[in-house]
C-alpha cells in the first residue's frame, strides 16, 4: 500500500532536501575545489567496443 | 547429517559442502533440509530471507540421484545460495527491497548471469534475501544481525550478511554500489568480495549506479570466496597452495595516512592496529602513502550515485511512486534531479583523480589495507553513531572507508578480524590492482592464517 504523500513538493521539498542533507551539498560543492586540471571525466563510451556489438 | 536437528554441517563452509556431497559422505538433500529447517526456526526472528525456493529440496534429490548415478556433477554440487532480491532469477520474484516486482524494470527483464553461473556448476539457489530498498542503504529493515538481534546487520546486502552468518546458507550474493556486500559482512563477521568493476558479470541484476554497481560474494571463508569468485568471474585460476603453509614475507602493504585513520571508534582503532601487528609479525612490510583527493570522495560518489539511481528509476520518479518508498531512499532518489550537470563531470573528474592516486600507490605496494569500517553495528532504530567523540550520521560513518573503492572500481576484499566490547564483529579490508582479484584473495586467505577467528553468533547450532 503506498504512503500517502504529506511531504512538502517542489520547491519547499528541494529546500527541505537541502537542508537535511546539508553536508552532501557541501561535499558536492567542494568538487569545484579539487585540482582537476588536465583530468578528463571518466566516460564509459567505448566505440570499439560498441563497434564490435554492432551498436 | 542424517538427523533433521543435525545442523553442524550448515556451518560448515562451502568448500568443505561441496567435497562432502561430491564424495558421497553428505547427501545434497539433507543439506537442504537442514538449511530449510533452520531458516524455519530462526528466519522469523532474523528476517534474512524475503522469499524461499520451493523447489529447493525436489531439487538437491535430483543432485543427489545424478551422484548416484556416477554423472559427474558441477563445482557447486551442493551448495546452497542465498541470493540478494536485486538478481533478476527464473523461479523467484525479484523485488529490489520495495516488495513490488515492478521496481525491477530498469533490470531490463533478462535472468542474472550470475545465478546462471552458478546454476550450471550445479549450485542451487536457497532463496532471496532482504535488502535496503533498492540498495540504496545500511540498515535493511526489518533484519537483525544474528550477533544480537537489538542491532543492524549493516546493508544494503543486509539479508545476505545475516544468512551467512546465521548458518542458513552456503554462501550468498550481494551487490556493492558503496560498500554495500562489504559493509554487511564486516558487521555480521563474514568475509565478503567486491571484485573489479566489470570483473563479474551485471546482467540482470536491477541496476543501481551503472558505474558504480559491482556484484559480490558474502561467505564464511575466503576459501569459499575464492570459489564464488572463480565461478562468477569464470576465472579457473582459483585455489593454490595451503594457505597456512606460507608467510606473508615480501609482501607490501600501503597505509593511507589520510581519510582511513580519521574518526575510528576505540574497538575498532585497538583491532585494527592489532591486526597491522599481525601482518608485520609475519613477515609483511608496511609503508604510509597519502591519497590527498579522498578529501574530495564523499561530494563524487554522492553526485555520481543520485544522479545514477534518480536515472534508472525515473518512471517511478515521474510517476509519482516514490512514495512506496522509505524516507531515506525516497530522499536521496529525489535529490538526483538537484545535482548539476556541472558537479557531476567534476565528480567523474575526481574519480579519475582518485584512480590515478590509488594507482600510484599500487605501484609501490602488493595490497593496501584499512578497516572495513570505522564502526561496528548499531542499534536498531538509530541513525547516527558516536565516533570518537562525534555524533555521524549512519551512512556517512559507515561507508567512509568502502565507498573509495566502488569509485575507483578497484578490488576489495573483508574479513573478521575481531569483536567490540558488545562482541559485534569487526573488519579488515585489503584492496588489490585492478584486475588482480584471485591474487587479492590468496592474500586475504593468508591473512585469515594468522588471525584468531572470531567464531560463529550463538544460538543458531
Known amino acids: ?55 | 547429517m542424517e538427523s533433521e536437528n543435525d545442523w553442524s554441517e550448515t556451518f560448515s563452509g562451502l568448500n568443505d559442502q561441496v567435497a562432502a556431497v561430491a564424495q558421497g559422505q553428505l547427501r545434497a538433500e539433507a543439506l537442504c533440509r537442514a538449511y530449510l529447517a533452520k531458516i524455519e526456526k530462526f528466519d522469523d526472528e532474523l528476517q534474512a530471507f524475503t522469499q524461499i525456493n520451493d523447489r529447493a529440496l525436489e531439487q538437491a534429490r535430483e543432485l543427489d540421484r545424478k551422484i548416484a548415478r556416477g554423472e559427474p556433477v558441477g563445482r557447486l554440487a551442493g551448495a546452497f545460495i542465498a541470493v540478494k532480491d536485486n538478481y533478476i532469477s527464473p523461479e523467484l520474484e525479484c523485488t529490489v527491497g520495495t516488495g513490488s516486482t515492478a521496481w525491477n524494470s530498469p533490470g531490463g527483464g533478462a535472468n542474472s548471469k550470475c545465478v546462471e553461473l552458478l546454476r550450471a556448476e550445479d549450485a542451487i539457489v536457497i532463496g532471496l534475501t532482504r535488502m535496503h530498498a533498492l540498495a540504496w542503504g545500511n540498515v535493511t529493515s526489518p533484519t537483525k544481525n544474528p550477533w544480537d538481534t537489538g542491532f543492524v546487520p549493516g546493508g544494503s546486502s543486509g539479508g545476505s550478511g545475516a544468512a551467512v552468518a546465521a548458518g542458513l546458507c552456503s554462501a550468498a550474493l550481494g551487490s556493492d554500489t558503496g560498500g554495500s556486500v562489504r559493509m554487511p559482512a564486516s558487521m555480521c563477521g563474514v568475509c565478503g568480495f567486491k571484485p573489479t568493476f566489470g570483473a563479474v558479470d551485471s546482467t540482470g541484476i536491477v541496476p543501481h549506479s551503472w558505474s558504480l554497481d559491482h556484484p559480490g560474494p558474502l561467505a564464511r571463508s575466503v576459501e569459499d570466496l575464492l570459489l564464488m569468485n572463480s565461478v562468477m568471474a569464470e576465472d579457473p585460476s582459483v585455489l593454490g597452495e595451503p594457505a597456512d603453509d606460507r608467510t606473508l614475507s615480501g609482501t607490501a602493504v600501503g597505509l593511507i595516512g589520510n581519510h582511513f585513520s580519521e574518526r575510528l571508534a576505540p574497538d575498532v582503532e585497538l583491532a585494527w592496529n592489532g591486526a597491522i601487528d599481525t601482518l608485520t609479525g609475519n613477515g609483511a612490510s608496511t609503508a604510509k602513502y597519502e591519497v590527498p583527493a579522498l578529501e574530495f570522495g564523499l561530494g563524487a560518489i554522492f553526485a555520481i550515485e543520485v544522479v545514477s539511481a534518480a536515472t534508472a528509476f525515473d518512471q517511478f520518479v515521474s510517476a509519482g511512486r516514490t512514495g512506496e518508498l522509505p524516507d531515506d531512499v525516497r530522499d536521496l532518489i529525489d535529490m538526483g534531479r538537484m545535482v548539476p550537470a556541472v558537479d557531476y563531470l567534476h565528480a567523474e573528474r575526481v574519480r579519475k583523480l582518485l584512480f590515478d592516486e590509488f594507482s600510484q600507490v599500487l605501484a609501490h605496494t602488493d595490497v593496501i589495507a584499512t578497516p572495513t569500517m570505522p564502526v561496528t553495528a548499531w542499534p536498531i532504530g538509530e541513525w547516527t553513531v558516536d565516533v570518537g567523540g562525534k555524533e555521524e550520521n549512519v551512512l556517512d560513518a559507515s561507508w567512509r572507508f568502502t565507498y573509495p573503492f566502488n569509485l575507483t572500481g578497484l578490488p576489495a576484499v573483508t574479513i573478521p578480524i575481531g569483536r567490540d566490547e558488545r562482541g559485534l564483529p569487526i573488519g579488515m579490508q585489503f584492496v588489490g590492482r585492478p584486475g588482480a582479484d584471485m591474487e587479492l584473495l590468496e592474500f586475504a586467505k593468508k591473512v585469515v592464517c594468522k588471525t584468531a577467528s572470531i567464531g560463529n553468533p550463538g544460538g543458531y547450532e
Do not use: C, T
Open chain 1, 1 to 55: 500500500m503506498p504512503k500517502s504523500d504529506v511531504r512538502p513538493k517542489g520547491q519547499d521539498r528541494e529546500k527541505a532536501l537541502r537542508e537535511q542533507y546539508a553536508h552532501v551539498w557541501e561535499a558536492i560543492a567542494e568538487l569545484k575545489n579539487a585540482k582537476l586540471n588536465g583530468i578528463s571525466p571518466i566516460v564509459q563510451f567505448d566505440p570499439h567496443r560498441e563497434s564490435q556489438n554492432g551498436k
